[in-house]
């Protein structure tokens, strides 16, 4: 069984559905948040993906508890056909490629901006201006501070990825040294 494939069809199939009501945007914003409560909590995944364990009454009270607030009656309906046809173990994968999906549809662009310490706003400003520029798209992007990084960006959107990190550059030039080394001896 390819769940690519799986996932795939389902999340383009939930994007088609909440282009047409209007809901895409709601759906989207809970589908992340169900996403992340589900890799945060590997126990809860383990259940809602369980065959005749707990009953799909008792698993969508659980993603509704987990969840925080009421599901979207879209969400609530997508929830209940992946039930229906027994593809609720998949459910972690399809919300974050229907997310991916429908950001793309709309011109959202996720990227990742990885730093060694917090960014000015005028460099969210600027590379959010760069993304549109190039793609004709907004970016969404997500900072996180990673000290590891000595100096420097790692800056990821879509397939491609710039790294000037100190770490990265330091990580060439040993590996450089090392090759001179095996070529001497």
């Known amino acids: 069984m390819n769940v690519g494939i799986i996932r795939t069809r389902y999340a383009e199939a939930l994007v088609k559905y909440v282009r047409e009501t209007g809901r895409g945007d709601a759906v989207c914003a809970q589908a992340e948040s169900l996403a992340h409560v589900l890799a945060e909590v590997p126990d809860l995944s383990r259940m809602i993906g369980a065959k005749d364990v707990v009953s799909d009454a008792k698993k969508l009270s659980l993603l509704k508890t987990a969840l925080g ?18 593809r609720i173990e998949f459910l972690h994968q399809t919300l974050l490629d229907f997310a991916d999906r429908y950001r793309r549809c709309i011109g959202i662009r996720k990227a990742y901006l ?48 710039i790294d000037t990190s ?20």
Not at 69 to 86: A, C, I, S, W, Y
Not at 118 to 136: F, I, K, Q, Y
């Open 114 to 161: 990885k730093v060694a310490v917090p960014p000015p706003d005028s460099l969210l400003v600027r590379l959010g201006a760069l993304v549109r520029e190039h793609t004709g798209g907004q970016a969404l992007i997500d900072v996180e501070v990673d000290p590891s990084l000595i100096g420097g960006f790692v800056f990821d959107i879509d397939d491609a990825m």
């Open 69 to 86: 607030e009421p599901l979207e009656p879209d969400l609530e309906r997508f929830l209940h056909l992946l039930m229906q046809n027994g």
């Open 166 to 185: 100190v770490a990265s550059q330091l990580e060439a030039i040993r590996f450089q040294y090392i090759e001179k080394n095996r070529r001497i001896v």
